[in-house]
């Protein structure tokens, strides 16, 4: 059975910084897009970042754009999400999602993905 699992969420302050990360169980990520998504209470799930099954390509939202990095490491098969400086409109419950895809694309709807992860709280507060 598929499976993500993110990890590394918590209670940062302003401006700080936490990795987030996705693991595949039961698959491997090497061949799937990956988008990281989150949804803040009464607020829709919105698509922060996606990347490529490749890596060769990136996406960001507007909102986060030279703050976070994706990245991936196929050998540990597992995708990361840098965020830095950090603000509290960043809080919200982070998803990873994946796709498999003919071509080495990303895109960062919500419906453009078949597997969902559980979850994890990031909470940007002094």
């Known amino acids: 059975q598929l499976q993500l699992v993110e990890s590394g969420g918590g209670l940062v302050q302003p401006g700080g910084s936490l990795r987030l990360s996705c693991a595949g169980s039961?698959?491997?990520?090497?061949?799937?897009?990956i988008g990281w998504f989150r949804q803040a209470p009464g607020k829709e799930r919105e698509g922060v970042s996606c990347?490529?099954?490749?890596?060769?390509?990136?996406n960001y939202a507007d909102s986060v754009k030279g703050r976070f990095t994706i990245s991936r490491d196929n050998a540990k098969n597992t995708v990361a999400l840098q965020m830095n400086s950090l603000k509290p409109e960043d809080t919200a419950v982070y998803y990873c999602?994946?796709?498999?895809?003919?071509?080495?694309?990303?895109?960062?709807?919500?419906?453009?993905?078949?597997?969902w992860g559980q979850g994890t709280q990031v909470t940007v507060s002094s």
């Open positions: 999602a994946a796709v498999s895809h003919s071509v080495d694309r990303c895109a960062r709807g919500v419906y453009d993905y078949d597997y």
């Open positions: 990347i490529s099954s490749s890596g060769g390509s990136t």
């Open positions: 039961g698959f491997t990520l090497e061949h799937y897009a």
